[in-house]
């Protein structure tokens, strides 16, 4: 005999079925990926160690303009998202004679002899001034403390500084922005851009960077070789492991 309360129970467990299945899959997404989530807050204990590196070896390494405040900062700020990024591009090195062999990018900063100042930029992350070796950085690009991101805007500009002069050219696909004329086959040897991708292709093959800064370092490096070269070499995409442009 058909009974309708029956046939309601079934459907009723079904869905508590579902409900419990698709569940269990989000808290299975959750658990894995929480830790690569893009917040970059900085906690008390790493502000403490920001603002000792700040103190102690900063500020005797590169110079830094009145914009900046030689006593102790708070996180998250823009002082904290800009020391976050010379630590990050301080411990791609790892202990000392660990790299012996690797390009230190870090000693390759402070060799260009930089004097480091803030100022809000409208429609630029960074730039350089090469009469007084100044390189500026946009209020905006610190203020969301992404150290992989800062460590990029520091090393095209610092590339800038080192070859004394703006190698950009209008974008073909965009006038209104600015283009390295081509991606280099050695990226090292060539412009800002060219050098980005030396440096974040260098990130996803240190041992000292963590799995998800790896990730952001892709993902920057994605958007420079989408819309930053005028010319790419035939397999760039493969050889950076990259997707093809657009």
């Not at 900062?73 to 591009?89: D, P």
């Not at 209008?170 to 209104?176: E, I, M, Q, T, V």
């Not at 050098?195 to 993902?219: C, D, G, P, T, V």
């Not at 070269?229 to 035939?234: E, G, H, I, L, R």
Request: charged share 25%; net charge negative; hydrophobic share 40%.
């Amino acid at each position: 005999m058909y009974d309708p309360n029956a046939r309601l129970k079934a459907q009723k467990s079904e869905q508590r079925k579902m409900l419990l299945f698709f569940g269990f899959v989000a808290a299975f997404f959750l658990f894995f990926n929480w830790s690569e989530r893009e917040d970059f807050t900085v906690s008390d204990a790493e502000c403490e160690v920001l603002n000792h590196l700040w103190s102690d070896k900063y500020q005797q390494d590169f110079s830094f303009s009145d914009n900046w405040a030689a006593a102790p900062f708070e996180c998250n700020s823009k002082q904290s998202g800009m020391v976050r990024a010379l630590k990050f591009i301080d411990d791609l090195d790892g202990d000392a004679g660990e790299q012996t062999n690797q390009f230190s990018f870090y000693q390759w900063a402070r060799s260009q002899k930089p004097v480091f100042d803030k100022q809000l930029l409208f429609s630029l992350m960074g730039r350089t001034l090469f009469a007084d070796r100044t390189i500026i950085i946009s209020d905006g690009a610190l203020i969301e403390n992404n150290p992989v991101a800062v460590a990029g805007i520091l090393v095209h500009e610092l590339r800038h500084l080192e070859q004394r002069f703006n190698s950009h050219v209008p974008c073909l696909s965009d006038p209104k922005i600015t283009c390295d004329a081509k991606l280099e086959p050695e990226p090292e040897t060539g412009g800002a851009y060219s050098f980005n991708m030396y440096f974040y292709h260098h990130i996803r093959q240190s041992a000292n960077a963590s799995r998800f800064e790896k990730k952001l370092a892709r993902k920057q490096m994605q958007v420079i070789f989408d819309k930053r070269f005028n010319q790419v070499p035939a397999g760039s995409a493969q050889k950076f492991d990259l997707n093809d442009p657009a």
